[in-house]
């Protein structure tokens, strides 16, 4: 089938779902014609994710919308300079972004597990040494 493309999304609970992106052509073109784009930032061979200012790999989207054809207009910012851009890119530039996001969102969810994996540790144990030195009654509950 022609005219479509799709992305899976994991969930923090685990849950994947999958999008569907549909493409038709409009009804007053040809179909095989290419459409044409207004003012598309070129790449700038770093990816979307770094920045142009200070060259953080930290630079996030504000809002998004999508454009004419394949295209994307994208508020980005840099938490680390306060850099701010809007510019409009092309769907494959958007879609490397898109898995950087992905990317630096497991990373963070793996770092979250770990921290609260040792924290929960750090409790049982605290629980463990208060029950076996009698320091809990039942009036604590």
Not at 73 to 100: A, M
Request: contains cysteine; charged residues 30%; aromatic residues 8%.
């Amino acid at each position: 089938m022609k005219g479509y493309r799709t992305k899976k999304i994991s969930l923090p609970g685990g849950r994947v779902i999958e999008i569907v992106y549909f493409s038709d052509p409009d009804p007053g073109q040809g179909g095989d014609e290419p459409t044409a784009v207004e003012a598309v930032d070129e790449p700038s061979g770093a990816g979307l994710h770094v920045c142009e200012d200070c060259g953080s790999d930290l630079v996030y989207p504000v809002s998004w919308e999508e454009r004419a054809g394949d295209t994307w207009r994208i508020d980005r910012r840099c938490p680390n300079c306060e850099w701010e851009h809007t510019g409009e890119f092309h769907q494959s530039e958007v879609e490397v972004f898109d898995d950087v996001l992905n990317d630096g969102t497991e990373a963070l969810l793996s770092s979250l597990r770990s921290v609260a994996r040792a924290n929960m540790e750090e409790d049982v144990e605290r629980m463990i040494s208060a029950l076996q030195r009698d320091l809990i009654e039942p009036m604590d509950f």
